[in-house]
């Protein structure tokens, strides 16, 4: 698929609703949250880590990958914190993913990644069919991805974001429709432990940034073996944000155990 093929097919299933196929996620069509307002300085921070061989089982069992595993229990997650806040809405939430796009042969320094937008399954309570809506969102979201890699991938994405950046970078962010509901992220660590003076770095954990209209972030840090998650949260904005961190453990116990039955 060509750059602006992609581009042009996204623009108008933002702007208009028209021709977006169910599953398929898009920029500024998912609905508003408490995650969504203004910002402000206090922050909250949660944990949580789980084997990544224990991920990949998970994932093989429900024939979908380690991503889609980890958008399900936060979408069960968000889901279970929205309703005890009396703040669900009917749409699915939207995940802003960024995703890896460099080429095996690739030689070049430093990030090569791209954005897609995938549903989080947060109208559905069952963690099986969860998953396997997410499944199917992020399986079109990745088909919207052009197939073009250097720098006109690195255009696709600065057009992509063009939207959002606008309305950070002009202080709308927080007051209209957002262009997601929050932003999570998949991190490649180290795969073997690191020392410091001989002493082992038992875990490692993500702090990300939050903005107007995205108050907040789960992203997680592989590291020798683990899966470590980092919930950053605007503390006005989200009251309690270690159950959310609580509650990702608990669903990722539900979809295991059902699963398995």
């Known amino acids: 698929m060509a750059v602006g093929g992609s581009l042009g097919r996204t623009y108008t299933e933002s702007l208009t609703g028209l021709g977006a196929a169910e599953d398929r996620a898009v920029p500024f069509r998912a609905p508003k949250t408490i995650f969504n307002g203004r910002i402000h300085t206090p922050r909250r921070f949660a944990t949580q880590h789980y084997s990544i061989e224990r991920?990949?089982?998970?994932?093989?069992?429900?024939?979908?990958?380690?991503?889609?595993?980890?958008?399900?229990?936060?979408?069960?997650?968000?889901?279970?914190?929205?309703?005890?806040?009396?703040?669900?809405?009917?749409?699915?939430?939207?995940?802003?993913?960024?995703?890896?796009?460099?080429?095996?042969?690739?030689?070049?320094?430093?990030?090569?990644?791209?954005?897609?937008?995938?549903?989080?399954?947060?109208?559905?309570?069952?963690?099986?069919?969860?998953?396997?809506?997410?499944?199917?969102?992020t399986r079109l979201g990745k088909e919207r991805l052009p197939e073009v890699n250097g720098i006109a991938m690195d255009t696709y994405t600065a057009a992509l974001m063009l939207p959002f950046l606008g309305q950070a970078i002009l202080g709308f962010g927080g007051h209209g429709r957002p262009a997601s509901n929050v932003v999570i992220s998949n991190v490649p660590g180290p795969a073997e432990a690191r020392y410091l003076d001989g002493s082992r770095m038992e875990e490692i954990y993500p702090v990300s940034l939050l903005f107007n209209g995205q108050a907040l972030n789960i992203t997680a840090v592989s590291y020798d073996g683990e899966f470590n998650i980092g919930y950053t949260g605007c503390r006005d904005s989200i009251p309690s944000l270690q159950k959310i961190a609580v509650y990702s453990g608990e669903e990722l116990d539900r979809l295991e155990a059902a699963l398995a039955r």
């Open 55 to 137: 991920m990949k089982s998970v994932a093989q069992a429900a024939d979908g990958s380690l991503n889609d595993v980890f958008l399900t229990i936060c979408g069960g997650a968000l889901r279970r914190y929205l309703i005890e806040q009396d703040a669900l809405p009917t749409g699915d939430l939207v995940a802003n993913v960024p995703v890896s796009v460099r080429q095996e042969t690739g030689s070049g320094l430093g990030n090569a990644i791209t954005f897609l937008y995938a549903q989080l399954g947060t109208r559905i309570e069952d963690p099986v069919e969860r998953i396997a809506a997410v499944r199917t969102s």
